[in-house]
């Protein structure tokens, strides 16, 4: 799943040509990095409000936007390019996360209750572009962790993950708030999902 928002990112990043097999054409520049407008909470498969244990619930993170390239070495608007393979390049975020925030819209537990931040409770099982090591000595890092080191490098990608059963089995809509240094604030909002 990772590659293919990659994949996606990266494909409305560049421009294409609609030609198969013109050699003469040269290939498009390549960001170096991800100006994020938007993050999304990428759909689950489950369905709405079936009773899931904790531990097979994850909530992916997305961050979509614009390529950021080298001064000097964008694509031309009115050039048609190669259709060429993307260079082997590891792209990087041009924003600055300061907070994230995960809270739920029903108790979690008598000492989490709804709109508590749970960032405590979640962590970060996969994150793709930040130097946060979020996993080390076979534990994951929590959210909480992840914001001790703010600000940082903005991730594209991010998988979260409760890492305790709540108190009883209850429908959840998590909210997770994150905020940039340019003043970007994103409200993201899953599915309803119940957890055990």
């Given at each position: 799943m990772k590659n293919l928002l990659l994949a996606s990112l990266l494909a409305s990043c560049l421009a294409g040509c609609n030609s198969d097999s013109n050699d003469e054409l040269?290939?498009?520049?390549?960001?170096?990095a991800i100006d994020i407008n938007n993050y999304v909470v990428t759909p689950e498969q489950n369905e709405a409000n079936t009773a899931l244990a904790y531990d097979a619930y994850t909530i992916k993170l997305g961050g979509i936007g614009e390529g950021v390239y080298s001064e000097g070495n964008e694509p031309d608007p009115n050039k048609e390019y190669a259709d060429c393979p993307i260079p082997a390049v590891v792209l990087g975020s041009a924003n600055t996360i300061t907070a994230i925030n995960i809270y739920s819209s029903a108790d979690y537990n008598s000492d989490f209750t709804a709109g508590t931040s749970l960032n405590s409770l979640f962590d970060i099982?996969?994150?793709?572009?930040?130097?946060?090591?979020?996993?080390?000595?076979?534990?994951?890092?929590?959210?909480?962790?992840?914001?001790?080191?703010?600000?940082?490098?903005?991730?594209?990608?991010?998988?979260?993950?409760?890492?305790?059963?709540?108190?009883?089995?209850?429908?959840?809509?998590?909210?997770?708030?994150?905020?940039?240094?340019?003043?970007?604030?994103?409200?993201?909002?899953?599915?309803?999902?119940?957890?055990?």
């Open positions: 040269e290939c498009s520049p390549y960001p170096i099982t996969e994150m793709f572009v930040n130097d946060f090591d979020y996993y080390s000595d076979g534990n994951y890092a929590s959210v909480e962790d992840f914001a001790s080191v703010f600000p940082t490098t903005a991730p594209i990608f991010i998988e979260l993950k409760p890492n305790q059963a709540p108190e009883v089995e209850s429908s959840h809509i998590f909210y997770i708030d994150i905020s940039f240094a340019n003043g970007k604030t994103f409200a993201l909002e899953t599915e309803e999902v119940q957890l055990f």
